[in-house]
């Protein structure tokens, strides 16, 4: 597994031990399995992903249930790094520890794009149920982001398949990759952004079988 992943991941997630702990949490966190890795690039990939995505053009998306703007089909890039990251991300050896941590079958398919949130930015309640969608993730590539400062990922309990409380909130943690399931059940948002500072992430979907 480490021959790819070694070259970009925290060594970390490597290790069967973290392995069998996060598989634990993806099963028990609530309101639907969820589990995030900290730190997860290398520090100085990390840094250099979140310049590279900063050059790119972004289209801005405004309507009653969002408020941001995005880059097109992060997969047609001719960026170098960006085109490494994702090739990371659907290769074998990271399709293993995903199916490891979260026991979906998946395909060495992905969506991703890039998003940032200006201030007063945000995404209402939404379950990301479309055909092919298994596991979404969002790479956070904030920086500085307090509680205060808003843009923070929701999930929400359901009843019937409507979103009803918040759960969670996590505040966009810099370096921080989070996957969740896809279910109709798996209702989530992005909170109004409060401050200038920019909400940057690389967001998709791992594609199942």
Do not use: C
Request: proline share 6%; net charge negative.
């Amino acid at each position: 597994m480490q021959k790819v992943l070694e070259n970009w991941i925290n060594p970390v997630y490597l290790t069967e031990k973290k392995q069998q702990q996060m598989q634990e949490q993806f099963a028990k966190n609530k309101p639907f399995s969820h589990v995030i890795f900290e730190e997860f690039l290398l520090p100085d990939k990390a840094l250099e992903i979140r310049k590279t995505l900063m050059t790119l053009p972004f289209a801005e998306k405004d309507a009653d249930l969002f408020f941001f703007a995005q880059t097109e089909d992060l997969l047609q890039t001719n960026e170098s790094l960006i085109r490494g990251f994702l090739n990371m991300l659907q290769s074998e050896e990271l399709q293993i520890l995903m199916m490891t941590i979260t026991g979906k079958k998946l395909v060495p398919s992905i969506d991703a794009f890039g998003a940032v949130y200006p201030p007063t930015g945000y995404l209402l309640p939404h379950d990301d149920m479309l055909e092919g969608r298994s596991i979404a993730y969002v790479y956070n590539l904030a920086q500085g982001f307090t509680k205060k400062d808003g843009g923070a990922l929701e999930l929400f309990s359901t009843k019937n398949h409507v979103p009803q409380v918040i759960v969670k909130s996590y505040p966009p943690e810099w370096n921080a990759f989070v996957i969740f399931e896809v279910s109709p059940d798996s209702f989530h948002q992005v909170s109004e952004v409060n401050t200038n500072n920019p909400r940057l992430s690389i967001a998709g979907w791992f594609h199942g079988k």
